[in-house]
């Protein structure tokens, strides 16, 4: 294969470069002690640029080439063949993680590999190049290509895209010639992210053979029912692993094999799991697979917003899941279903660290509820304090006679009382109250509305979560079997008196967004509730920001 980089090393930068006879490209070569002055003046030239156009990430990372090149005197970087193959391959790499490879410049990149010879002013440019698609693979592949931020304000866990970890990082792979193995480390390392990787390599496969059958609408079908439809659902199930494709079964018997995958599908799809084979259940086996493999990539952006500052200890809430994880020491101990905010009134995503229990807690309104419930219910009727057991509060904590109060009169935002609900099974906090300070005013709590843990989708609250085994999380994050056991909570709760215990560690919560996980070779998916899906989609699939350097050709 003809080298570029003796070209690089062998003439002045600012000389026009002749065209050489090919030669056989050397394993290594030393850098040049005089500085490549090109590099420098492109990278002044980028900062330079006052065209509108240009992005305030394109120019960070401008700014980021600049800092990393100035530490190293602008010498050249890309001095070895081998470096380039290995950037090479992990750039393609990226396509398993769900990324765009044309983000990272690799069509140049191939040019340039091909090239048995660059002019000095082209070989400034690749050197850039190649430069700034590591640090850019690098960021994306650790922290995610789309800023959280930029679709939701509420984000608050830390995101340090602009640390200076990987341009050192890539001085370490320079010096020790390890591309490869210094990108592999800086990628997540998490059997969720890795499992759902796997299955987008999977569904791209399942792609490329043509999908999945389309299953028609008709009547619901139940054990034992005969139609000539079921031919067509048990490829469908085939397709995507949820029965077993042992044998060539031609029946039209809705048999007990396939209501048990039905069952299988629902379950991992978070319906019903009745084996009823019904409309709701044929419109999300009749998702295209291109959609599902769509939604693992947005998943896998979104697990590189949060993996990487996770704790070995947490609570995982997935509202779009409707489920709470209770993780000690890096592993999954405890699960248990939650009820999130209505599409309305919104679970917000953020960090928050977990650090007193409330037992028999009193509920006072928040300002929310006040403002769009609360209030409006008074205008009409005073007996929706005595309806909800609460009572008029002061500012000094004395109570208040309702009918002294003129409700037509005050909004939500210049209410001058609180209303307390007294503690109790009919409490609306339930029994256990789990505080995280946060600017939301949403925490963790008990419910007595119990029966509401049954259905499917659980957007029912008014933005704070609601936890269906309290008694048990309440164990966990406590941490003290002697003085605080199963048995002496729910003695501390059957007293019904207000207690406030400190946790004897702060754990920290996340409450995060994801509409497709993975357990082992199972694949996961949640209704998009809050509607999120396709703008992530439309930010992860927008091509970046290139360079804009005529003379090298690009």
Same mark, same amino acid.
């Given at each position: ?36 002055? =090109? ?8 900062? +330079? ?57 690799? &069509?140049?990149?191939?040019? /340039? ?27 994306? /592949? ?16 830390? @995101? ?15 010096? @020790?010639?390890?591309?490869? %193995? ?41 054990? =034992?029912?005969?139609?000539? +439809? ?60 291109? &959609?599902?493999? $769509?939604?693992?990539?947005?998943? #896998?952006? +979104? ?28 592993? @999954? ?36 509820? *006040?403002?769009?419930?609360? #209030? ?29 109060? !003129? ?16 503690? =109790?099974?009919?409490?609306? #906090? ?10 939301? %005013? ?20 008014? =933005?704070?979560?609601?936890?269906? !085994? ?18 002496? %909570? *729910? ?35 949640? $209704? ?5 899906? $396709? ?20």
């Amino acid at each position: 294969m003809i080298g570029i980089f003796l070209v690089w090393l062998a003439f002045s930068p600012l000389q026009p470069v002749p065209v050489k006879p090919a030669v056989t490209q050397p394993e290594q070569f030393q850098p040049q002690k005089e500085p490549l002055v =090109g590099i420098a003046e492109k990278i002044h030239g980028l900062l +330079r640029q006052k065209n509108p156009a240009v992005s305030t990430e394109r120019a960070l990372f401008n700014i980021r080439l600049e800092r990393f090149y100035a530490a190293r005197g602008f010498q050249p970087v890309w001095t070895k063949r081998a470096m380039v193959a290995e950037l090479i391959h992990a750039v393609e790499e990226s396509a398993d993680d769900g990324l765009d490879p044309a983000d990272y410049h690799i &069509r140049e990149i191939r040019t /340039l590999y091909s090239k048995p010879t660059v002019t000095s002013e082209q070989a400034s440019c690749y050197d850039l190049l190649l430069t700034d698609s590591f640090l850019t693979l690098a960021t994306h /592949l650790r922290y995610g290509k789309v800023n959280p931020e930029t679709l939701d304000t509420h984000w608050n866990i830390g @995101n340090t895209k602009s640390s200076t970890t990987f341009e050192y990082k890539l001085q370490q792979a320079i010096v @020790n010639g390890q591309i490869a %193995i210094v990108l592999k480390e800086l990628r997540l390392q998490h059997p969720g992210y890795d499992q759902l990787k796997k299955g987008l390599a999977r569904y791209r496969t399942i792609s490329r053979e043509g999908g999945w059958p389309i299953l028609a609408e008709g009547a619901k079908l139940q054990e =034992g029912a005969r139609a000539r +439809r079921v031919a067509v659902l048990r490829q469908r199930l085939k397709a995507s692993g949820d029965i077993a494709a042992l044998h060539a079964d031609t029946s039209t018997v809705y048999s007990k094999e396939l209501v048990d995958a039905v069952k299988r599908f629902q379950k991992r799809n978070g319906m019903e799991s009745d084996g009823v084979l019904g409309t709701s259940t044929i419109r999300v086996m009749n998702i295209p697979v291109e &959609r599902r493999m $769509d939604e693992i990539r947005l998943n #896998l952006e +979104r697990y590189r917003w949060f993996l990487h500052d996770l704790e070995p200890t947490a609570i995982l809430v997935n509202i779009a899941g409707f489920t709470l994880d209770y993780v000690e020491n890096g592993h @999954n101990r405890w699960s248990t279903r939650v009820i999130v905010g209505k599409p309305k009134r919104e679970t917000p995503l953020f960090r928050a660290d977990m650090q007193y229990i409330i037992l028999n807690p009193q509920w006072v309104i928040p300002p929310t509820i *006040l403002a769009k419930d609360a #209030l409006p219910a008074l205008r009409k009727s005073s007996s929706y304090l005595g309806h909800k057991k609460l009572n008029v509060i002061d500012k000094n904590g004395a109570v208040v006679d309702p009918a002294s109060v !003129n409700w037509s009169q005050y909004s939500g935002t210049d209410f001058p009382y609180h209303l307390q609900q007294s503690a =109790g099974d009919h409490g609306a #906090l339930g029994r256990v109250k789990f505080l995280l300070p946060n600017r939301y %005013i949403v925490y963790l709590h008990d419910t007595p509305d119990k029966g509401l843990f049954a259905a499917s989708r659980r957007t029912f609250s008014s =933005g704070c979560v609601r936890v269906q !085994n309290p008694v048990a999380l309440a164990t966990l994050v406590l941490q003290d079997s002697v003085r605080w056991s199963r048995e002496k %909570i *729910l003695a501390a709760i059957k007293t019904g008196k207000t207690r406030t215990v400190p946790l004897p560690k702060r754990i920290p919560v996340y409450l995060l967004y994801l509409t497709a996980t993975a357990e082992g070779d199972e694949l996961h998916f949640r $209704d998009d509730v809050y509607n999120r899906d $396709d703008k992530l989609l439309k930010a992860l699939d927008r091509p970046l920001p290139q360079f804009k350097m005529e003379s090298c050709g690009f």
